[in-house]
């Protein structure tokens, strides 16, 4: 089985819509695939309606928290999307997404950079708005080459010139609500140090204690050095370790299936999942 734990769609920062996203989960090769965009189930029942045959398709969500100043995302697999109190928390940090995109259009005004609030209205094209967004009218722009040029302290990296913070989630309180959710929780590339600050690993430790079932180490930010040493952390802490793409389609260079979950791990993430199921593919649209 060929196991992609997280990817993106247009619902929130990647290019490809939900049903394009599955058909080329399914072209690439893929057995499962999982939607998570950022704070949003909006993508979900697209993805669903238009998922092959052949190709499962794990519900989830990608969260954003903050622990002691350092940015952070979470990983949520099948977890109840109605549950109200996880469903509050989404909404208020989603909430918070437009008035942040105004204010790096603002601060980078102010540092010269011609972009517009329209310009990043319309590359969003009615996703959740986010820095990718922003990054992208960069490039439009020329001022970087890459969308991943733009994730540096010159402009859009935490502490960056024109970074904007936002209402990010307490991570331990991520964990405690997808949990109450029915839900599994796994830290997202926790070493990716090129995207600024990282959390300690004392920090993995506390989540780990606190109920956290799993890391991200095969990632396309993480290093052969990076990937051994959390690999080693992972068995200490007694975490599920699994490995994904973080496709965004156009936006990153990676691909499909670049990184892939182990079957065994991706077996024990839905035996502990109780808010949500895999959803197998009949043919869709």
């Known amino acids: 089985m060929r ?3 997280h990817c993106h769609s247009t619902a929130s920062d990647g290019t490809d819509t939900p049903a394009e996203l599955v058909r080329k989960a399914a072209a690439a090769g893929l057995d499962v695939v999982a939607l998570t965009d950022h704070d949003t189930t909006r993508g979900h029942a697209e993805a669903i309606a238009a998922l092959p045959a052949g190709l499962t398709l794990v519900p989830g969500a990608e969260l954003s928290c903050r622990l002691d100043g350092v940015s952070m995302h979470m990983l949520a697999y099948l977890f109840d999307p109605e549950e109200t109190a996880l469903l509050a928390e989404r909404e208020l940090v989603r909430d918070d ?3 942040r995109a105004k204010g790096m259009v603002a601060k980078l005004n102010a540092l010269g950079v011609p972009v ?3 310009q990043v209205e319309r590359i969003a094209a009615g996703g959740s708005v986010g820095r990718p967004h922003v990054a992208s009218a960069l490039v439009e722009l020329g001022v970087v080459e890459t969308v991943s040029d733009a994730f540096t302290e010159e402009w859009l990296a935490d502490g960056g010139r024109a970074c904007v913070e936002k209402h990010e989630t ?3 309180e991520a964990i405690r609500l997808v949990k109450a959710a029915g839900g599994v929780c796994v830290f997202a590339h926790p070493a990716a140090a090129k995207r600024g600050r990282t959390v300690p690993e004392s920090a ?3 989540l780990a204690a606190a109920g956290l079932d799993g890391i ?4 396309m930010d993480h290093d052969a050095e990076t990937r051994e040493r959390l690999r080693g952390l992972a068995k200490d802490l ?5 490995g994904s793409s973080d496709y965004h389609g156009t936006r990153k260079t990676v691909t499909l299936g670049a990184y892939t979950t182990d079957p065994e791990v991706y077996g024990e993430i839905t035996r502990r999942a109780t808010g949500a199921f895999p959803v197998p593919g009949a043919g869709g649209a």
């Open 116 to 118: 517009t609030w329209e």
């Open 238 to 242: 007694g975490l599920l370790v699994t």
């Open 170 to 172: 307490d991570p331990f």
């Open 97 to 99: 997404r437009v008035p």
């Open 204 to 206: 993995i430790a506390e």
């Open 216 to 219: 991200e180490v095969d990632h």
């Open 3 to 5: 196991i992609d734990l």
